[in-house]
């Protein structure tokens, strides 16, 4: 997976589509990440004690890998990732411009 926690990314596909947000959470072996502000639904809390309240709070779910593609830092659109080896590390490139992700 080529997207990881703290990337920019713009959703491709689905509700939110066109939206960007930041990447919360990465769930690399489902192949899902977690968007700020993206995604939401609304989730009922039950009162559980005398001190909480009963209520509607919004949550945001996991999307799917496939449906966001990550921002190019100079352009501002969204660009795929190519993962090459400098000095013997793993280091991610965006294929538009060609500038580092890390």
Same mark, same amino acid.
């Given at each position: #997976?080529?997207?990881?926690?703290?990337?920019?990314? *713009?959703?491709? $596909?689905?509700?939110?589509? &066109?939206? +960007?947000? +930041? =990447?919360i959470r990465a769930f690399p072996r489902e192949d899902k990440v !977690? =968007?700020?502000?993206?995604? #939401?639904?609304?989730?009922?809390?039950? $009162?559980? @004690? *005398?001190?909480?309240?009963?209520?509607?709070? %919004?949550?945001?779910m996991p999307l799917d890998v496939s449906n966001v593609m990550v =921002?190019?830092?100079? @352009? &501002?659109?969204? +660009?795929?990732?190519?993962?090459? /080896?400098? &000095?013997?590390?793993?280091?991610? !490139? $965006?294929? /538009?411009? %060609?500038?580092?992700?890390?």
């Amino acid at each position: #997976m080529r997207i990881k926690k703290g990337d920019k990314v *713009q959703v491709i $596909a689905g509700k939110d589509k &066109g939206k +960007t947000g +930041t =990447v919360i959470r990465a769930f690399p072996r489902e192949d899902k990440v !977690i =968007v700020e502000g993206l995604n #939401m639904t609304k989730k009922h809390q039950r $009162a559980t @004690s *005398q001190n909480r309240k009963g209520q509607i709070i %919004g949550k945001a779910m996991p999307l799917d890998v496939s449906n966001v593609m990550v =921002v190019d830092p100079k @352009s &501002g659109k969204p +660009t795929r990732v190519r993962i090459s /080896k400098e &000095g013997g590390e793993r280091v991610r !490139i $965006a294929v /538009k411009s %060609g500038s580092k992700l890390d």
